[in-house]
């Protein structure tokens, strides 16, 4: 239960960030995941699990700002007459 309830507060905390705040956690994230592959090619990585738990980390950025793309009111198409 206390999983639940930690992703929660992470998802909470996503939300609470402005735009590019939200972008700066997104580019970091992809970083360190890169990092991470790097690590487990060269046999460096002590806990592969931490792989998942950044890939998780990256769909609830994107997530995120997919939502608020959408919540976006739409702006008017072509040009009135």
Do not use: W
Not at 62 to 81: D, F, H, N, W, Y
């Amino acid at each position: 239960m206390a999983k639940k309830t930690k992703t929660k507060t992470k998802i909470t905390d996503i939300r609470k960030l402005s735009e590019a705040a939200l972008k700066k956690e997104l580019d970091e994230a992809y970083r360190r995941l890169f990092s991470l592959h790097l690590q487990r090619e060269t046999l460096q990585l002590a806990n592969h699990r931490e792989i998942p738990k950044v890939r998780r980390a990256i769909a609830r950025c994107k997530t995120v700002a997919r939502q608020r793309t959408l919540a976006a009111p739409a702006a008017p198409k072509g040009g009135s007459a």
